[in-house]
């Protein structure tokens, strides 16, 4: 099962930060989920709201602002602590960043129209010309804008980002033609799973930082989990990985939920960081 860091690594360092990615990507993450806006000169930046109030000591939407005056932010505001000051960056510094990563998860959020159709044509050419097609998929609750993206170039990947039961996430996925359902992870059913990939889907599930939660997703046979603690989440699985192979053959088959926990945690990580990756409960 791949995992994700959520904005970068949300739990662990400033969200859609080159930090956030720079420190996951050291303990060997190569899979991110990140969000999408649209800069006042037409750039792709990495922030989550339409705004910089949230995340930076200033006020306004993200439209008012170029993608250096972004990057010249301060975006350590209610998010996790940072020692420097870190900005808004672009995609293109992201993707400038890294020359291995293994695959992105480009997540547009809701925005109007027009500037959802300017990001569109940026987002395509970013693809065609650092040939992305294998290593990015395109994702949104925004079915207008997927519809978009797929009109422009039938070979990007897409994926719906969906949190209801109601429209049917995999009916509503399959008309519009995704390769990937990412879905709230308490929508989740072994049923579901089976449904997306006798569909072709790739189900990868948000926002998950429980060890015990993420173990039931991997049970029902999900793709993917994007995680807030991907370096935390990482280790219990590699120590898991390692405990199992150190196990005699027969040993192996049919251990629970609760003896998968201990074999990653026994490993460097204490039982309450793997139970629980959330701080404070």
């Known amino acids: 099962m791949i995992v ?6 949300k739990g662990e360092a400033p969200e859609n930060t080159l930090p956030g990615f720079i420190h996951a990507y050291r303990h060997g993450i190569r899979h991110f989920e990140l969000d999408l806006v649209l800069s006042k000169d037409g750039k792709p930046v990495l922030v989550h709201d339409l705004s910089v109030d949230r995340t930076t000591g200033q006020k306004g939407i993200i439209s008012k602002y170029t993608a250096a005056e972004l990057a010249a932010m301060d975006a350590r505001r209610n998010t996790s602590s940072w020692p420097r000051p870190t900005g808004i960056p672009s995609l293109d510094d992201l993707l400038d960043q890294f020359d291995d990563l293994e695959h992105l998860q480009l997540e547009v959020k809701k925005d109007n129209r ?8 940026r987002l395509t050419e970013v693809i065609q010309h650092r040939n ?12 207008w804008f997927l519809k978009e993206i797929r009109r422009r170039n039938k070979n990007i990947r897409i994926g719906l980002v969906t949190e209801r039961k109601f429209p049917r996430p995999i009916s509503m996925a399959s008309r519009l033609g995704c390769e990937y359902l ?3 992870w308490k929508l989740c059913s072994k049923e579901l799973v089976e449904q997306a990939h ?6 990868s599930t948000w926002t998950v930082n429980r060890i015990h939660d993420m173990l039931q997703l991997e049970e029902m046979g999900v793709d993917s989990i994007i995680t807030d603690y991907p370096t935390s989440t990482r280790m219990f699985f590699d120590n898991r990985a390692r405990a199992l192979l150190s196990l005699p053959a027969r040993e192996r088959q049919g251990l629970d939920t609760e003896t998968e926990m201990k074999l990653g945690s026994d490993m460097n990580m204490g039982s309450d960081e793997s139970a629980h990756l959330t701080p404070g409960g």
């Open 4 to 9: 994700y860091g959520h904005r970068g690594a």
């Open 114 to 121: 027009h500037r959802l159709n300017i990001l569109c044509n």
């Open 132 to 143: 992305l097609y294998q290593t990015a998929a395109i994702t949104s609750s925004d079915t």
């Open 182 to 184: 990412c879905i709230n």
């Open 198 to 203: 006798r569909r072709g889907m790739h189900v």
